[in-house]
């Protein structure tokens, strides 16, 4: 158990859906991540977020909307998915984002 | 622009042999490099962390080497076991302030009973 944790770990989804992934760290870190992970492809990072704000966002489409309420919570919004959004997306937590960093089971995304 | 590879992307051994993982990348001025493993459907688990200072780092079966110069870091398991089937990632970040690290694709690791 490495003391992040995701809800939920499988998640189906239309495209005119709107639906939140929801992550939460017991560790005391103050930096969390959310990336992607697409078939074949090498984990994306997708946003950064330390001490609550968000320090990085790699591009993401604005489909997708991360939210960040403390330090040991984070959300990734869904809206308007497209089928190449299915993907396990994982988050993750670091005392500082210098740090090691620790992830969580994922949620397992499928858009149909 | 740094690029991590892990070649080959699968490998089947059988159960007992000595098997080496390959990780190379195309900046040599990294901070650290970092092995993970994943099982199917699931999270990363941090297996070892070598420093840009340190030629490698053990624990239990599971030797990491780092050679800067040349862009590449080896993980060693000896003694394999079909309980270390699994998806080995490595990792590398660029510099100590950096919040991004960047993954290989990962090697698919399959040990036959």
């Known amino acids: 158990e490495t003391g992040v944790t995701q809800t939920p770990r499988h998640l189906v989804m239309g495209m005119t859906n709107k639906k939140s992934l929801k992550c939460e760290q017991h560790l005391g870190h103050n930096a969390m991540y959310w990336y992607k992970q697409s078939a074949k492809k090498p984990l994306e990072l997708m946003f950064v977020?330390?001490?609550?704000?968000?320090?990085e966002n790699n591009s993401v489409p604005s489909r997708f909307s991360p939210e960040c309420p403390n330090s040991s919570h984070l959300f990734l919004h869904l809206h308007t998915l497209q089928p190449e959004d299915s993907a396990l997306y994982l988050c993750?937590?670091?005392?500082?984002?210098?740090?090691?960093?620790?992830f969580g089971p994922g949620t397992r995304l499928t858009v149909t | 622009k740094q690029e991590v590879t892990q070649i080959p992307a699968a490998l089947s051994v059988p159960e007992g042999e000595n098997l080496v993982l390959n990780c190379s990348f195309t900046?040599?001025?990294?901070?650290?490099l970092q092995w993970f493993r994943q099982d199917p459907g699931k999270g990363l688990t941090s297996l070892l962390l070598?420093?840009?200072?340190?030629r490698e780092q053990t624990s239990g079966r599971l030797n990491a080497s780092l050679d800067k110069s040349s862009g590449r870091s080896t993980l060693y398991i000896a003694a394999s076991q079909p309980g270390d089937s699994a998806t080995y990632l490595c990792?590398?970040?660029?510099?100590?302030?950096?919040?991004?690290?960047?993954f290989g694709s990962g090697t698919r690791l399959s040990i036959r009973p």
């Open positions: 900046d040599s001025a990294i901070y650290n």
């Open positions: 070598i420093q840009s200072s340190q």
């Open positions: 977020y330390n001490f609550k704000e968000q320090t």
């Open positions: 990792a590398v970040r660029p510099d100590s302030s950096a919040s991004k690290i960047i």
């Open positions: 993750a937590s670091s005392p500082g984002t210098s740090y090691e960093q620790y």
